[in-house]
């Protein structure tokens, strides 16, 4: 009987939700420009721009060294007779990896630090009217870059009551996600889950 009862319950539920999301919002247009989400951390990401920085000249010197440096035993021991044991890192096969690796490091990530901080959105702002969108996203450095597209565009993959860190955004014609920290602000929090944080079919 229990267990009928709450079968009841959790089919009543799942008709209550799907009839909830197959309801057509109806959003009253906005009067003026509204700030939906902000988290502005421009130190962070001077900080980050500075590791990246530090980090592809490292492995860029490295690899330089590596290059310059790793000599190849068997030329110098040629004409001994003592035999070479281990191996042979300056042969031109493992000095070239070598090289090649130290160089692909640095530059993974100088490329990390520079597509998560294009990809990080520091503020959100739905224009007058409700159909256009401004995102404003960190930049390399904490140079901020802007672009708006309209809100039909944005699609929210996943709800901010299920993600426990990021809300991913698709945009149409972008490849990768735009990130919004949740330990951001979100203002008129009803309104930022009818337009921008609402998932759309692009």
Known sequence: MFRLQGYLRSCCRWRLQTTLLARPYKIEPVSRDVVLFEHSRPRFFRLLGMFCV??????????????STLRDLRKSSKGQDKEMKGR??????????FTLGC?????????????????SVSSLILHAGGDKVTIITAGFFGINSSFTLPLKHISCMAHRSEVPAMIPLKIKGHSLYYLLDKQGHVSKAKLFDLTVGAYRKL
Request: proline fraction near 2%; aromatic fraction near 20%.
């Open 54 to 67: 530090a980090q592809t000249g490292f492995w860029a010197y490295l690899a330089h060294f590596g290059y």
């Open 88 to 97: 042979n890192m300056g042969s031109p096969f493992w000095r070239a990896a």
């Open 103 to 119: 160089l692909s490091v640095g530059t993974l990530i100088m490329a990390a630090g520079l597509l998560f901080s294009r990809r």
